[in-house]
């Protein structure tokens, strides 16, 4: 792992996010996250060019997992609470795994394995259109 806790997958780019590993891609009925062959440091790619979009829309980016600092962090178990959630709550979105570049360092991967893997695509760090799975398994226990 790159550090202790690893990588989160859905860190903020601008906040504790450090590179992309995806973007937003397919249709509106049917949006997905492309992986990368490569992650992008985020100093690389310029916000401004997006044109009002947030990147957060857009790319998925991945940053160092803070822990207990975190509202998804369950300190009970010390995991991330968010991608149980999602393996719980959100259907997989295809029945193979894609390439991904942070798998060996990602926090989810550690935690669920493929089962993860397979919902993560429909994961959208900033989502105005969530469908309603998605939107249930984002918010943390008490949010409801
Ligand atoms: S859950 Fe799987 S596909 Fe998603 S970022 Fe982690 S290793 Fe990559």
Redesign the pocket.
Known sequence: MENEKG?C?SANFGMNGEKV??MLGGSLGDRR?I?LKQAVPVQQIDPAKLNGIRPSEVF?T?GRCVGSECANHDSASDQCSL?NRIVDKVSPGTEE??Y????PD????HQ?G?D??L???K?ITQDLLAPADIAEARLPAGHR
């Open positions: 990588l997958p590993f995806g996250v992986y998925r991945a991608v795994l894609a991904c570049a942070i798998r990602c926090v989810w991967w669920q493929g993860a893997c919902r993560c695509a994961v």
